[in-house]
């Protein structure tokens, strides 16, 4: 062992006494130029320990921290293991040493799967929505428009507050709120010509609206007011229009249960077996295994509505379908990944228990509604 495992050379004084230690202290024993002196008392009460102990006879306590008989120094403090180490005048002791090399290192917990939501809430919240919307749309089918009527105009309130909270954009709530409930009762008498004339009243009262207020900032608030308008109550139109056929009922609940079979197999096939990211900047948690199970999902779900709910349906016809729907319901979803991204928020709301905020369902539903509609009038006509 050196001398410079037990620190810097001690100063006069610090041992107490001098009258009996040379001026020579170049070694912690007192050998100095091949003589043994009787050295210093080494006080291994404020030592650290970072060597193994030399092997040291045992001295009896005379008392004191100096041998005054035997001029051999006491050993004591944390030199034993059972003694806590305290700090050290010339340093200080590493309050978490690292453990020795070959000491066994405790086994890490493995990691489990988690679904990130509350499956119970969201399951039963869930439930109930289909309910309603499966009575209404069973029962009278006004009640049905008036459903997707308020699901709008709770989206719109949802998305113009987040756009407000996070990048100041001021996209008019009114104008869009109106003009979104008038577009949906419009597809649903008018059909797309009446959709597509609400769309463009209500982009000019956007227009309108927003002159009230100061010119700063005007053309990002209506520019996000018409896509608010586009995005939300003009696509949902769609889901109206498929109503006005005679099997419109049997439609809206084939493209809802087609949808919604598909962001299940995603859900369970990527939670399962998931390894490959699909698309690791927009929505980290989407894998490939998992689109591979909303397509394998929604196409056979496809083939049994088109044959069993659809009149004059093909199974062929279902499994086209089933495979367009998966894909637009991925792509909806990867889209308000990227809106929420930019906004750098989680979810466009709450209002809904384990599911986010009206727009968090909506995300899927709305690029689909028109596919839907347009190969359902292709496939088997317009009813």
Not at 11 to 21: K, L, N
Not at 240 to 267: E, H, K
Request: aromatic content about 8%; charged content about 15%; overall charge negative.
């Amino acid at each position: 062992m050196n001398d410079s495992s037990w620190g810097a050379p001690p100063q006069a004084g610090y041992w107490g006494s001098t009258d009996r230690v040379p001026a020579q202290q170049g070694h912690a024993y007192g050998h100095v130029q091949g003589t043994a002196t009787a050295g210093p008392s080494y006080d291994a009460h404020d030592a650290q320990q970072t060597r193994p102990m030399p092997i040291v006879p045992d001295v009896p306590d005379h008392g004191g921290d100096q041998d005054d008989d035997r001029g051999a120094a006491r050993l004591s403090g944390p030199l034993f293991r059972d003694e806590t180490p305290q700090a050290h005048p010339y340093g200080e002791v590493p309050q978490n040493p690292e453990p020795m090399p070959d000491a066994p290192q405790p086994a890490p917990e493995p990691r489990k799967k988690s679904a990130g939501r509350d499956l119970g809430a969201a399951i039963g919240v869930g439930v109930g929505l289909g309910a309603v919307i499966v009575a209404s749309l069973f029962v009278v089918k006004a009640v049905f428009v008036g459903v997707v009527a308020v699901a709008v105009v709770v989206g719109l309130w949802e998305l113009t507050k987040r756009l407000d909270e996070r990048k100041d954009i001021k996209a008019p709530l009114v104008p869009l709120a109106i003009g979104g409930a008038a577009m949906v009762v419009a597809g649903y008498v008018r059909g797309a010509e009446g959709a597509w004339i609400t769309m463009a009243l209500t982009a000019l009262a956007v227009l309108v609206w927003r002159m009230t207020e100061p010119p700063e900032g005007y053309l990002k608030d209506v520019t996000a007011g018409v896509f608010s308008a586009f995005y939300v109550p003009f696509l949902a139109t769609f889901v109206t229009m498929m109503l006005m056929a005679d099997d419109g009922p049997w439609r809206v609940l084939t493209f809802l249960l087609l949808t919604v079979v598909s962001d299940t197999g995603a859900y369970a096939v990527g939670w399962r077996f998931g390894r490959h990211k699909l698309a690791p900047r927009i929505s980290p948690g989407k894998t490939r295994e998992g689109l591979f199970g909303a397509v394998a999902f929604a196409m056979a779900a496809g083939a049994l509505c088109l044959h069993f709910l659809i009149d004059d349906g093909r199974w062929w016809q279902g499994l086209l379908l089933g495979l367009a729907v998966s894909a637009t319901a991925t792509l909806g979803d990867l889209g308000e990944s990227m809106i929420k991204r930019d906004l750098g928020i989680k979810d466009m709301g709450t209002l809904l228990p384990g599911h986010g905020g009206i727009m968090d369902r909506l995300d899927s539903l709305l690029p689909t509604a028109p596919v839907v509609w347009l190969l359902l009038v292709l496939f088997v006509g317009s009813g």
